[in-house]
C-alpha cells in the first residue's frame, strides 16, 4: 500500500512544479519533500521524477500521478456522496462541443433526476476529452480514441456523422461550382475550437489542404457559432443530427451529402463506479448506441 504522505508530497511537487512551491504548498520544509519523494522512489524502485526547473514527472512518475489523481477523485466523489447523503452522486464527464450537445445532453437532461445525478462536464476536443480522464480529472469521457487506459474500460458507441453546413447565401458566392479544392481553400472555415483535428484531418485526407493552407474562423461560444453561419461567415462541420428545423429556420443547410465525415465514438469510463453512477453510464451507453445507429447513418 501506497504511503499517503509520500504521494502527497510527489503530487504536490508534479503540480506546482519545484520541490520549494511543494513545501510551501503542504506547510513543510523543502528538505522533507525531497526526503518524502526519494523514499516513494525507493519504494517502487523507480525514478519519479526529472529533477530540473521545472520539475517534471518521469513517464513511470506521470503513469502514478493519473492513477493518483483518478484516487483522489474517487475519494472527492465517495466524500462529497456521504456529505450530502447519498441523495445526489456526481458524475465528472468529458465530451467534445458537439457531441455533448447533439448526444449526451438530451440523454443527461432526460434521466439525470431519476437517477439521482448531478454531472460536471469538462469541454475539449474529441481526441483530448481521454487526456482528462487519464489524469484522473473525470470518471468518464467520450472520444475518438479507441486504446483502452489502464482501470477502465471501454465501449464503441458507432459513429457521429459530420456534414458541411453554410447559409445560403454562403453557399451561393463560395461554392457556387460545388465542393472542390479550391474552393475550400478560399472559403473561410468557422470553428468551435481549433485543435479539434477531425476538421484538418477531413481537409487534407481529401483535397490534400493543411490547417496553414486553408482560412478560419474561432469562435467557442455555441449560438455565436450558429450565428456565424447565418450571418454569412463562413462554413462549418458540425454532427448531422445538428441540421434541424431550427437551423433551417436560420437558413443553415448542408452545402453536399457528396462529403460526409464518420467519426467512430467511443464511452470510456474507470472500471470501479459507484451503483448509482454506473446504472447513468450504461444509460448513456444504450441511448447514445441506439441514436448513433440511426442518425445520419441511414444515408451517409
Known amino acids: 500500500m501506497l504511503d499517503k504522505i509520500k504521494c502527497d508530497a510527489f503530487s504536490a511537487v508534479v503540480e506546482t512544479g519545484s520541490f520549494e512551491k511543494a513545501g510551501k504548498k503542504l506547510c513543510v520544509s523543502q528538505s522533507a519533500i525531497s526526503q518524502r519523494v526519494r523514499l516513494l522512489e525507493e519504494r517502487l524502485g523507480n525514478v ?13 512518475g506521470a503513469e502514478l500521478f493519473a ?8 475519494e472527492n466523489v465517495f466524500l462529497k456522496s456521504v456529505i450530502d447523503n447519498n441523495k445526489f452522486k456526481p458524475l465528472p464527464i468529458a465530451a467534445s462541443i458537439g457531441t ?19 454531472i460536471d462536464v469538462k469541454i475539449d476536443t474529441l481526441c483530448n476529452t481521454i487526456e482528462l480522464l487519464k489524469r484522473g480529472e473525470v470518471q468518464a469521457c467520450i472520444t475518438s480514441e479507441s486504446e483502452i487506459i489502464r482501470g477502465c474500460t471501454s465501449v464503441y458507441l458507432g459513429n457521429m456523422v459530420y456534414c458541411l453546413v453554410a447559409s445560403e447565401n454562403f453557399i451561393n458566392k463560395w461554392f457556387k461550382n460545388g465542393i472542390n479544392r479550391e474552393s475550400l481553400r478560399l472559403a473561410p472555415l468557422v470553428l468551435f475550437n481549433e485543435n479539434e483535428r477531425i476538421y484538418f484531418d477531413f481537409l487534407e485526407s481529401n483535397f490534400g489542404l493543411k ?3 486553408i482560412p478560419f474562423h474561432i469562435i467557442p461560444s455555441t449560438d455565436s457559432y450558429i450565428s456565424g453561419l447565418a450571418c454569412d461567415m463562413g462554413y462549418g ?8 428545423q431550427d437551423l433551417s429556420n436560420q437558413g443553415i443547410k448542408e452545402i453536399s451529402k457528396e462529403y460526409r465525415i464518420k ?4 464511452w470510456h469510463q474507470l472500471s470501479y463506479l459507484s451503483p448509482a453512477v454506473s446504472i447513468m453510464n450504461d444509460i448513456i451507453i444504450k441511448h447514445s448506441t441506439t441514436i448513433l445507429a440511426t442518425v445520419g447513418n441511414e444515408d451517409a
Open 67 to 74: 492513477y493518483l489523481q483518478r484516487v483522489s477523485l474517487l
Open 48 to 60: 519519479l521524477l526529472v529533477r530540473e526547473r521545472p520539475c517534471k514527472p518521469t513517464p513511470f
Open 100 to 118: 455533448f450537445e447533439s448526444l449526451l445532453f438530451p440523454i443527461l437532461a432526460k434521466y439525470c433526476l431519476s437517477e439521482s445525478i448531478t
Open 263 to 266: 467519426i467512430p465514438l467511443y
Open 237 to 244: 462541420i458540425m454532427p448531422i443530427c445538428k441540421i434541424n
Open 211 to 213: 490547417k496553414s493552407m
